[in-house]
């Protein structure tokens, strides 16, 4: 947990000199909520489907969850973590990770096998960012060809460290 800390604290400190807005954490309840509660009945399969992924995702990977402990994700220099529960004029932002991961499963034109079963956690112009639940880990997939990995890490902040030295 001390290299996601130290990660998300110079991230932290990037945005801040630069003057990127820092989205707030989120609130303890919510992530109680998202670690124990089951997704509405009223959702369909899909939407019931991310939620569980995101809930294994949080409750499994304490690396991960400890970043809404800081922040709701973060948009710095063309690097997006999604965040879960930032929104504008009422309305979820589009980085939103539930958004993107149900928007992957549901696109109508094309859906991505090789992410239909990955959790979405962020992305910049030329990656995408998931976490690979099967093999426990955390990867860096081109985002034209997402069957080929670029990049996997075994820990969040490891993950945090190889994308902070593309933005620098």
Not at 11 to 21: A, F, G, K, Q, R
Not at 40 to 56: F, H, L, N, S, T
Not at 111 to 129: A, E, H, R
Not at 136 to 159: K, P
Request: charged share 20%; hydrophobic share 40%.
């Amino acid at each position: 947990m001390n290299d996601t800390n130290k990660m998300i604290g110079i991230l932290n400190t990037l945005m801040v000199s630069n003057n990127y807005p820092v989205a707030n954490s989120i609130a303890p309840d919510t992530m109680t909520d998202l670690m124990c509660n089951s997704a509405p009945a009223e959702w369909d399969e899909v939407k019931r489907g991310v939620y569980a992924d995101i809930q294994r995702l949080v409750i499994n990977r304490p690396d991960y969850a400890y970043m809404f402990n800081i922040m709701d994700g973060l948009e710095y220099n063309g690097l997006t973590l999604y965040g879960m529960t930032q929104a504008e004029n009422g309305e979820l932002l589009w980085s939103n990770i539930y958004i993107r991961n149900i928007d992957t499963r549901t696109d109508e034109i094309y859906i991505d096998p090789n992410l239909t079963d990955k959790v979405l956690i962020g992305q910049d112009g030329m990656s995408v960012f998931v976490f690979n639940p099967k093999d426990d880990c955390f990867q860096i997939r081109d985002r034209a060809s997402t069957d080929y990995v670029i990049e996997s890490h075994s820990t969040f902040g490891n993950l945090l460290s190889a994308l902070i030295d593309t933005v620098k």
